[in-house]
């Protein structure tokens, strides 16, 4: 705008106003001071200003120029704004050059995030059960007898002695579970909630409390599911264990210690498809195969709790802790539960196919030690006891004429061995499915069909 308004100046106006400007400078300084070196110079150099500015003044071609510099700055400003849409996720500020990104959430994020979801649907298992109440009381106890010198110092003792006195309501335990589905189906450990005399009330995270009905108990795996009469409720979507990475971060919430309501616990994945032997005080020791490892914190009341990923969803229940080490535990796989659960909603128990046989796997050591001609497969044998017989008597298998020493080394074409044991292969089929068994029966090789019973 400024540049507009000098080139409507008149030629001979703008003149004059330059010749005006060099006599005042000659009027106001003297003839000596003007003819020093110095001044001379300046002086020089303002003429040359002066006369270069004059001769664009009166350039035809200098509007133009002014016209390209505009539209320099035109496509200029254009470029950036395509810029700016070229790059959506950055916001361009022309006043402060800064750029503002959308960063994705921090783990941390994400973990408050889920304990904050998942809390709701967590809920403590309060064992409960009617014991003895015992009192103390005295008795008195003469040592010597009433009859003896008919005992003139009434010497006598005060002896302790306990007697019952009715029985009283106490809790004598706790775990954890979480709900699975809203109308109040609830995933658990079957040790939690085992002993078939004891009741089992289950205290949400907002306080309620409400009576507990088990509904099933695996008869394979540390799972149950117990019910609760309540509506509406929030569930944990399940996730498949079967992608799990080891270093993947996972989330353990649970009722530690049978004292601390949802407790939370962040660690990661330490191993895959462990095999543990798992106990405690009146827990039957059990063999647990494919179960997962984590470094995230679980304690005793942390039993039936759930495992989750960093996008809220259950990926496993927790079930043991190795005694005398540090954040080492132990969860089960959802993918074990998902078939219970299927089962228990359209027909309100679980059951398992069952062939009826004691085995154990082969290996090279067990081909070496029982002198055998393969080193895979099942080789059916009784137990240490004389009641672990071999075949279950009137069992499947037991129809289907196997005996001691037959070895299974297929079911349906998949090779039994240490990658695919015979139980893990079972339990994906269904009760009254047919299989074809192919063993190695007095070392002559032969198909038989069984069809699978229950258990």
């Not at 298998?397 to 292969?425: F, H, M, W, Y």
Request: with cysteine.
């Amino acid at each position: 705008m400024k540049t507009k308004k000098i080139t409507n100046l008149g030629k001979d106006k703008l003149t004059a106003i330059v010749l005006a400007i060099l006599i005042l400078l000659f009027v106001g300084v003297g003839i000596g001071w003007a003819s020093s070196s110095p001044v001379k110079h300046w002086f020089h150099q303002c003429s040359s200003f002066f006369s270069s500015w004059k001769n664009q003044l009166t350039n035809p071609n200098f509007n133009h120029l002014d016209k390209n510099k505009e539209e320099n700055e035109k496509n200029k400003n254009s470029q950036d704004k395509q810029s700016s849409v070229n790059h959506p996720a950055v916001n361009h500020d022309s006043s402060t050059q800064q750029c503002q990104c959308q960063c994705p959430p921090t783990q941390e994020e994400r973990v408050i995030k889920v304990v904050k979801k998942a809390s709701p649907a967590v809920v403590s298992i309060i064992i409960t059960k009617e014991l003895p109440v015992v009192e103390r009381h005295w008795k008195e106890w003469d040592p010597f007898g009433d009859d003896f010198l008919g005992d003139p110092f009434n010497f006598k003792f005060r002896v302790p002695e306990y007697r019952q006195r009715g029985t009283k309501k106490q809790e004598v335990g706790g775990g954890t579970g979480f709900v699975i589905s809203n109308d109040g189906l609830i995933l658990t450990n079957k040790h939690v909630v085992a002993d078939k005399n004891a009741e089992y009330t289950v205290l949400m995270n907002d306080g309620k409390k409400y009576p507990a009905q088990v509904l099933a108990r695996d008869p394979v795996h540390d799972l149950a599911i117990i019910k609760i009469k309540a509506n509406h409720l929030r569930i944990l979507p399940l996730d498949d264990s079967d992608k799990l990475q080891i270093g993947q971060t996972v989330i353990a919430i649970g009722n530690a210690l049978g004292e601390f309501r949802n407790t939370v616990s962040v660690g990661v994945i330490s191993g895959l498809r462990r095999s543990i032997t798992a106990g405690g005080a009146g827990i039957v020791a059990e063999h647990l195969n494919n179960v997962i490892q984590t470094d995230a914190a679980i304690n005793p009341g942390n039993s039936g709790g759930p495992l989750l990923d960093l996008n809220g969803k259950v990926v496993g229940i927790n079930v043991a802790v190795a005694q005398g080490a540090q954040n080492i535990g132990f969860t089960l796989p959802i993918n074990l539960a998902k078939k219970d659960i299927q089962q228990v909603k359209k027909n309100g128990q679980i059951t398992y196919p069952f062939l009826g046989v004691r085995y154990v796997m082969i290996n090279q050591e067990i081909k070496e030690k029982n002198h055998l001609s393969v080193d895979y497969g099942a080789l059916i044998i009784r137990g240490q006891s004389p009641t672990d017989l071999a075949v279950v008597p009137g069992g499947p298998a037991d129809k289907a004429g196997l005996q001691e020493n037959d070895i299974i080394l297929k079911i349906d074409g998949i090779k039994i061995d240490q990658r695919n044991p015979l139980s893990e292969v079972i339990q994906k089929k269904n009760v009254g499915d047919w299989v074809t068994l192919e063993i190695l029966h007095r070392g002559k090789s032969k198909t038989v069909k069984v069809k699978l019973g229950s258990r």
